[in-house]
């Protein structure tokens, strides 16, 4: 068994037993490829074989949340088919040890993309946008201690997304996004802050997936990060978030 999927065996056990997150047993020489390696192995675990990818998410994307993490850099996750819900959606909190909600910006990929893109490129390969949801699985972690190769491996919690309505893609340089909890305002941001413009977070996925052999395809779905910090989630909430002119997201917590 190789180091990766040692590492791997063990964050799927604690999974399983819906422990709190604590970081892994790593080697002192393991880096983020050892990191994205054991994704690869903890996917393969949890879905008993090759996973089917709907797409990914981009973590850390912008300096409120990577203030809030302690990480000074994006991360990486895959989305996985069975997890992609479309608005209005309902999720059960009691399916997480402690769910997230991450309010964001999805694009949808029109044609392969790889390392190396301009900006023109970039617009041109993807097909819609939508605002939309990341739902977040951090079993109650410490963010004073977070430590990036277990938050990496731990597929950077993806528990899935929420579609809002999409339209034709434009560029999304500069748009206001507002999260409103039952119908109450809470928080608000813009695109920009997504590295500048979320196209940027899309070019930098394609680079990092370039780097390990593959690539970004038609019809894959890009959560490309939160436009405001991440809300933990209660019973009976219902969040809104708009972002631009694009239709709302809405989604119910149960």
């Not at 219902?238 to 809405?250: A, K, T």
Request: with cysteine; proline share 6%; net charge negative.
């Amino acid at each position: 068994m190789s180091r990766a999927q040692d590492i791997a065996r063990c964050l799927h056990e604690r999974h399983l037993q819906r422990a709190h997150h604590r970081a892994a047993d790593w080697p002192a020489t393991a880096d983020l490829e050892l990191a994205y390696e054991a994704q690869e192995a903890l996917l393969a675990l949890r879905e008993g074989g090759v996973p089917v990818i709907a797409g990914y998410k981009i973590g850390l994307t912008t300096p409120r949340m990577q203030a809030m993490c302690g990480i000074g850099h994006p991360i990486a996750g895959a989305v996985l088919a069975h997890d992609v819900h479309h608005s209005p959606a309902r999720v059960r909190r009691d399916d997480f040890v402690r769910l997230g909600v991450e309010s964001e910006l999805a694009v949808e990929i029109a044609k392969p993309l790889g390392a190396g893109l301009g900006a023109g490129d970039l617009l041109a390969g993807i097909s819609r946008v939508a605002a939309a949801f990341e739902l977040i699985e951090d079993r109650n972690a410490d963010y004073r201690t977070l430590d990036v190769r277990t938050l990496i491996a731990e597929n950077s919690w993806n528990g899935g997304i929420v579609l809002g309505p999409p339209v034709a893609a434009s560029d999304p340089a500069d748009w206001d996004g507002e999260l409103q909890i039952d119908s109450q305002f809470v928080d608000r941001g813009n695109s920009r802050d997504v590295l500048g413009n979320p196209l940027a977070a899309v070019a930098w996925l394609a680079g990092h997936l370039a780097a390990r052999g593959q690539a970004l395809k038609p019809r894959q779905w890009v959560m490309t990060g939160s436009i405001v910090p991440t809300r933990f989630a209660k019973r009976d909430e219902h969040y809104r978030f708009s972002v631009g002119s694009l239709p709302p997201v809405e989604l119910r917590i149960d």
